[in-house]
């Protein structure tokens, strides 16, 4: 299994070192939400209404607040009272339905985050022809991090010494949000050692086509020289074919339109569900991109625009995770926000980072970096 040391274990993060307390350690213990005060909530209500409320708008404004403290207000905080007490979050349920999964309007281009990779700024300055060398070292350090949590190694955060919630960090990998015509659902496949198998392939995209390999052989990580054999596979094949026919551009739709144009595939042909489990359920997207945003650490407007609002072919805008690969050796992601916050990035991002900052950039492994014929790249057809 690819937790036990092996290949490039010489740069493993500090992160990783003799953790005294695994991952997901503390989910079982932790508080429940609170359930705020009515009397705070609404004294909050009134701060944030005085700055744009007339003096007889604010009056009138204090005694619609105070009838509802006194009213339906009291009745509606003893039913929410009454939900904590069944629910350790009483609000995750309503957030999730109501600011993610109900919503109809395209989710890629109005809920979804992005932007870019910082590694430009110290090691990786835009360059014509180091995007797939550069992209194989990337991608084979995010594998490490997705290690870090399979074997549950990635120490717990805290503030301070109160441990925080880290069931985020299930929906970086393995996630994607799936349609529905009137409301989607968020499907998870990531399972910790200890939980089961967890699906190991990676997603390429690339000219409008979808390919996929594994990126486990024999139960260790390919290294990057094997991770670079697989990309520079799939970038000849599309340079030797027309476009593609850019299915992924569906996931850019409004969302019930989405939903039903999914369901016509699948009763197209049965084994276009397979394909798209397939794609649900990978670790995450490479999308190689033609695109060069040139950005610099001054002005990283051009990369943030192109993550967001780029070739949409190319970017699966259900999946919990995009990475970008530009054709001038920069990177951007594109996120699909419903599974985790941004900080869930952040905090894979810093690793990558730091990773990157501590070899130059380079691939630095003093074991033979032999190219071995194993995980071969398959088109989806």
């Known amino acids: 299994m690819p937790g036990t040391p092996g290949k490039g274990e010489e740069m493993a993060s500090d992160l990783s070192q003799s953790l005294p307390k695994r991952t997901f350690k503390y989910q079982s213990s932790l508080p429940p939400l609170p359930v705020p005060s009515l009397e705070n909530s609404l004294s909050k209500y009134l701060e944030a209404v005085r700055p744009f409320a007339s003096e007889d708008e604010f009056k009138a404004t204090v005694q ?49 985050f992005g932007g870019p990779g910082p590694y430009l700024e110290h090691c990786w300055p835009p360059a014509e022809g180091t995007c797939l060398e550069r992209a194989s070292l990337l ?36 996630t994607c949000k799936v349609p529905g ?13 200890r939980e089961g198998p967890c699906p190991s392939h990676l997603a390429v995209m690339c000219h409008g086509r979808i390919f996929t390999f594994d990126a486990l052989c024999d139960g260790e990580i390919l290294t990057p020289p094997e991770l670079l054999r697989q990309l520079r596979f799939v970038k000849d094949r599309c ?25 016509h595939l699948i009763n197209i042909d049965p084994h276009n569900k397979t394909i798209l489990e397939t794609i649900q359920s990978s670790l995450f997207i490479i999308s190689l991109d033609e ?3 040139y950005s610099t650490p001054e002005n990283y407007t051009n990369m943030t ?33 419903a599974p985790y916050d941004a900080m869930v990035l952040v905090s894979m991002c810093w690793y990558v980072d730091q990773q990157l900052r501590l070899t130059d950039g380079k691939w630095k492994s003093t074991l033979m970096q032999t190219v071995i014929d194993c995980g071969n790249v398959h088109f989806v057809r």
């Open 139 to 174: 991608i084979w350090h995010t594998l490490q991090y997705w290690n870090l949590l399979l074997t549950e190694r990635l120490a717990p955060q805290k503030a301070g010494k109160t441990p925080l919630d880290m069931d985020q960090f299930r929906m970086l990998f393995c």
């Open 64 to 112: 619609i607040v105070r009838k509802f403290q006194d009213g339906v207000g009291k009745v509606l905080h003893y039913k929410l009272l009454q939900r904590a007490k069944t629910k350790k979050n009483w609000l995750e349920e309503w957030w999730f339905d109501t600011a993610y999964l109900e919503v109809r309007i395209p989710s890629q281009l109005n809920v979804n």
């Open 305 to 337: 625009l192109e993550a967001l609002t780029g070739n949409p072919t190319l970017r699966w805008g259900d999946k919990s995770y995009n990475l970008l690969v530009f054709s001038d050796g920069t990177f951007g992601s594109n996120c699909d926000h």
């Open 291 to 293: 695109t060069k945003p």
């Open 239 to 263: 340079e030797g074919e027309p476009e593609g026919d850019g299915v992924a551009a569906l996931t850019s739709e409004e969302r019930t339109r989405w939903a039903k144009a999914r369901e």
């Open 181 to 193: 015509v009137m409301k989607d659902t968020i499907h998870n496949y990531f399972k910790t050692e």
